[in-house]
Nanobody, 127 residues
């Protein structure tokens, strides 16, 4: 199964930008549904952004218009670009992958649980 390693976290001022990187151990293009989650102390884990089973990007309302995800097939890398960061974005960010599979009976793709997780990278936004 794929191994995931996040990097790029750190401290950033409110209103600034940061790009998180998820390095996968193998090609995930068309084989895995990639996503970013985050969890702040005392809060529930939140799905920040993901590619759905058809490869369309989906974003949480809290980051819509500020965050962008992308996948670079050539080097097995998945990105989360964060603009206009706010203090509420302070959290541990995790890269995840779910197997993308095709059902011959329904003729549809789906993303199969469970998520495979990286160890996370911390993002801290200061005012």
């Amino acid at each position: 199964q794929v191994q995931l390693v996040e990097s790029g976290g750190g401290s950033v001022q409110s209103g600034g930008s940061l790009t998180l990187v998820c390095a996968a151990s193998q090609d995930t293009y068309n084989t895995y549904c990639m996503a970013w989650f985050r969890q702040a102390p005392g809060k529930e884990r939140e799905r920040v952004a993901e590619f759905d089973s058809l490869g369309a990007p989906l974003y949480a309302d809290s980051v819509q218009g500020r965050f962008t995800i992308s996948l670079y097939k050539a080097n097995y890398t998945f990105y989360l670009h964060m603009d206009s960061v706010q203090s509420e974005d302070t959290a541990m960010y995790y890269c995840t992958a779910r197997v993308r599979e095709y059902n011959v009976y329904t003729r549809a793709y789906s993303c199969r649980e469970p998520n495979l997780w990286g160890r996370g990278t911390q993002v801290t936004v200061s005012s």
